[in-house]
């Protein structure tokens, strides 16, 4: 069984050097070594990062009522509504979301269909031992056009929860000399994985449209990155529903918040044992990978498609929103000290409240 690092030497030694993009691909979703292949508990305090599904069942719950509220807008004559989620890991989200609905909104859960996009074996057993308890309304579809064919009109919300950020990245840099954009690519030094310089690349009209001052000021070897895999993906799952809601939650920027004096190398970083590490090209399959969302991009996708844009904002407004209408409605239970930390957790700007962006689309 070969590891990612065989896997990526091998493509080098016959290109010369890869993407950074395809690098990233092998690392974390190398079949059977990749990073999200083999660590199912790479998630929370044991793990190497945590999440706010890891932070306790609040997250979840706090989902679970609004994605209620938006469904019963919905008015369907024996049709099940749908709640899709893709990148779903162990499926602890999805188990939070469906305890909640069935204790909460009995009447709602009986009409509920939930639908997880897994391409990935390991990662379906993983979630199918968790979801037991829900068997008979969970189903499973390693790709988005498992969905689409069912041949069917579906009404209810898509979402995903860090799954953009996870997805293969290119890596470009500013040569102020040349004033022109090349790519960062991952070539072979001795063996080691090492920078090395990619020209001929095709660039976005996110980095063609920006502004001469901007270019004139940008240091040599300001970095940036882009995501046509996110992009593509977001236009991909726009085509799913017929009516209801997009929701993505990530840590991410908008276009214009992705150039700043204080970041000349990017936003990708590199995750292990809650460590944070610039040293992208160590050890891959051991570390997470991940790189903040350009949510501007992600948007545009979506209403290219026919999507209206409802809300973008922080993770602390949109949680503080759905609590307040919660707690009106009693819908919670007893709010106990434990609740109140992991509502912190979730909000703090020292803590998950700083970098989280929400965007939800509808139509």
């Known amino acids: 069984m070969k590891m990612p690092a065989e896997h990526i030497r091998e493509e080098i030694r016959k290109s010369g050097s890869i993407s950074f993009a395809r690098f990233m691909e092998l690392a974390l979703y190398c079949p059977e070594t990749g990073y999200y292949e083999k660590k199912k508990d790479n998630v929370g305090r044991h793990g190497d990062f945590i999440t706010s599904v890891s932070v306790g069942s609040l997250f979840g719950e706090l989902l679970a009522f609004q994605f209620a509220g938006w469904l019963d807008e919905f008015k369907l004559d024996g049709q099940k509504l749908k709640i899709i989620e893709a990148g779903a890991h162990d499926g602890k989200l999805a188990a939070d979301i469906l305890g909640w609905l069935q204790t909460r909104r009995p009447d709602l859960f009986s009409k509920l269909e939930y639908h997880l996009v897994e391409p990935s074996p390991h990662r379906q057993e993983w979630q199918r031992e968790t979801l037991k308890a829900f068997a008979s309304q969970v189903h499973w579809h390693a790709r988005l056009d498992g969905l689409q064919a069912q041949n069917q009109e579906l009404h209810g919300v898509f979402f995903s929860n860090e799954l953009l950020d996870a997805l293969p990245v290119h890596r470009l840099g500013w ?52 995501s046509p895999a996110a992009e593509n993906w977001w236009r991909a ?20 918040e992705i150039f700043s004096p204080g970041r000349t190398r990017g936003t990708l970083r590199a995750y292990s044992r809650h460590h944070v590490s610039d040293d992208l090209l160590a050890h891959p399959g051991e570390q997470d990978l991940t790189a903040h969302v350009n949510f501007s991009a992600i948007q545009k996708a979506g209403e290219a498609a026919g999507w209206r844009t409802d809300l973008f904002c922080t993770q602390p407004q949109f949680l503080i929103r759905i609590l307040s209408e919660a707690q009106k409605k009693n819908s919670l239970g007893n709010w106990d000290a434990k609740r109140t930390r992991q509502f912190q957790t979730l909000t703090h700007p020292e803590h998950l409240g700083r970098a989280f962006r929400i965007l939800v689309q509808s139509r």
């Open 175 to 226: 040569d102020a000399t040349r004033k022109e954009w090349f790519e960062w690519g991952v070539a072979l030094n001795g063996g080691h994985f090492a920078w090395s310089r990619k020209a001929g690349i095709t660039l976005p009209s996110s980095i063609l449209d920006l502004p001469s001052p901007l270019l004139e000021v940008l240091p040599d070897n300001y970095t940036v990155e882009i």
């Open 237 to 256: 799952a726009s085509g799913i529903l017929t009516a209801g809601k997009l929701l993505a939650i990530d840590y991410g920027f908008t276009a214009d």
